[in-house]
């Protein structure tokens, strides 16, 4: 439950179109429900403004499975992020209509109707390698209803590529920048725009590299301003934050 289902299901008591011991029912789900292995949060819509997410990797895909049936039987929308075909498979016996993103490794079943993306979210990645990560981030982020604009493979070591581009840079309500090896893509693009960059660390790249740490070092001791830093290979980190970034910025326009 969000906080639009919970403003019309008080809206139709108050109006008499619907009994007070029917709206107790469907609180009563609230604030999350027991299915054995997972205690589903459905109070998490009103709170955050957008339903629980499920990390799937090291979850069963009937594990997933019994999380998404009581997602769904509550009209919320399922994201399974870290999932594998198994797990997709798993959500498409209790879901026909369920999705699989294959390089974001994300499952989706959304049954809302269609509402106009909001704002601009750029989410560029310094190389092809890093796409996992950065679609993760990219179809969140639309899925929280966003709009996004996606610049693939502008990393530092042809750093005419991300030139390029700086006037759609400079139009985003928030970049998120997404980067492996030596993770230097956010600082460049911090020094470029005025608004707001999410640095993404991936675990891509040599030894020395040390799965991702690296980056991930790099990117916190940036000296570009206005540079936040989320975990290692963090796309619906990154997404999540950006997502709130930017639907404030877009309200604040509107």
Do not use: W
Request: charged share 20%; with cysteine.
């Amino acid at each position: 439950m969000d906080r639009a289902a919970l403003r019309a299901l008080l809206e139709e008591v108050a109006s008499g179109k619907r009994a007070v011991e029917d709206a107790v029912e469907d609180l009563a789900r609230l604030p999350f429900a027991d299915v054995g292995a997972a205690k589903v949060d459905h109070h998490r819509g009103i709170r955050c403004g957008f339903p629980e997410v499920v990390f799937c990797q090291g979850k069963s895909p009937s594990q997933v499975r019994a999380i998404a049936r009581e997602i769904l039987d509550a009209g919320e929308v399922f994201v399974g992020t870290r999932a594998t075909p198994s797990h997709y498979q798993a959500v498409g016996q209790v879901a026909l209509d369920a999705r699989y993103f294959e390089d974001a490794r994300l499952v989706v079943v959304d049954r809302r109707e269609q509402r106009p993306a909001v704002g601009n979210i750029v989410v560029a990645s310094a190389g092809t390698a890093d796409t996992p990560v950065a679609e993760e981030a990219a179809v969140v982020a639309e899925i929280m209803g966003n709009h996004v604009t996606r610049l693939a493979d502008v990393g530092v070591a042809g750093v005419h590529r991300l030139l390029a581009h700086v006037d759609l840079l400079r139009e985003a309500n928030v970049i998120v920048a997404v980067a492996g090896m030596e993770g230097a893509l956010p600082s460049l693009i911090g020094g470029l725009v005025a608004c707001p960059v999410i640095a993404v660390p991936t675990s891509v790249g040599y030894g020395s590299h040390l799965g991702g740490l690296a980056a991930l070092l790099a990117m916190l001791n940036s000296c570009a301003a206005g540079i936040g830093v989320v975990n290692i290979d963090n796309g619906f980190g990154a997404a999540a934050l950006a997502s709130r970034i930017n639907q404030a910025a877009a309200r604040e326009r509107a």
